[in-house]
């Protein structure tokens, strides 16, 4: 039997893979704009959104597993879903555009579904909430990043 967590551990790295697998090979654009002098932590960038997507699908699981095969659940579950491709599809989108403000916009719209999601969940579970709280943090340094960097490279904006 397939039990809730593998399903969506399984959703959540196959949405995340897709993400890498659309990416259009234009990162060379990408890695040749400026970046903010205090920007010292790329590289460990993908860990924390490793550690984020790791928060969000365990936050899924608790509610799954509060009330599973319910509507309202599958409601929840599509809303993790939604967050999930919304913060997946920043780097597709922005790299297709060659635009930062789209990246900037996506990131912004990221947060605000993260933020429904925690308040939806908070009744429900404070652990599903707390899981939440580590994109809730770290989501605005990352869209900020990106349109200090439209600042920096207004020809890329």
């Known amino acids: 039997m397939i039990?809730?967590?593998?399903?969506?551990?399984?959703?959540?790295?196959?949405?995340?893979?897709?993400g890498n697998w659309i990416t259009p090979n234009h990162s060379q654009w990408f890695r040749q704009l400026q970046r903010p002098r205090w920007l010292t932590f790329e590289s460990v960038?993908?860990?924390?959104?490793?550690?984020?997507?790791?928060?969000?699908?365990?936050s899924a699981y608790i509610i799954w597993e509060h009330k599973p095969n319910?509507?309202?659940?599958?409601?929840?579950?599509?809303?993790y879903l939604l967050l999930e491709i919304f913060t997946i599809a920043y780097t597709p989108v922005m790299l297709s555009l060659r635009s930062l403000i789209a990246g900037t916009i996506i990131g912004g719209t990221g947060l605000l579904i993260c933020l429904l999601i925690t308040l939806a969940?908070?009744?429900?579970?404070i652990w599903a909430a707390l899981l939440?709280?580590?994109?809730?943090?770290w989501s605005p340094i990352g869209t900020y990043t990106t349109w200090q960097m439209?600042?920096?490279?207004?020809?890329?904006?």
């Open 45 to 58: 960038i993908p860990l924390i959104w490793t550690i984020i997507f790791i928060c969000g699908a365990w």
């Open 121 to 125: 969940v908070l009744p429900v579970s």
């Open 70 to 79: 319910t509507d309202v659940t599958r409601l929840m579950m599509g809303l």
């Open 3 to 18: 039990r809730s967590w593998m399903i969506i551990g399984i959703i959540t790295f196959l949405v995340g893979f897709a």
């Open 150 to 157: 439209s600042r920096i490279n207004p020809q890329d904006a």
């Open 132 to 137: 939440l709280l580590p994109y809730l943090l």
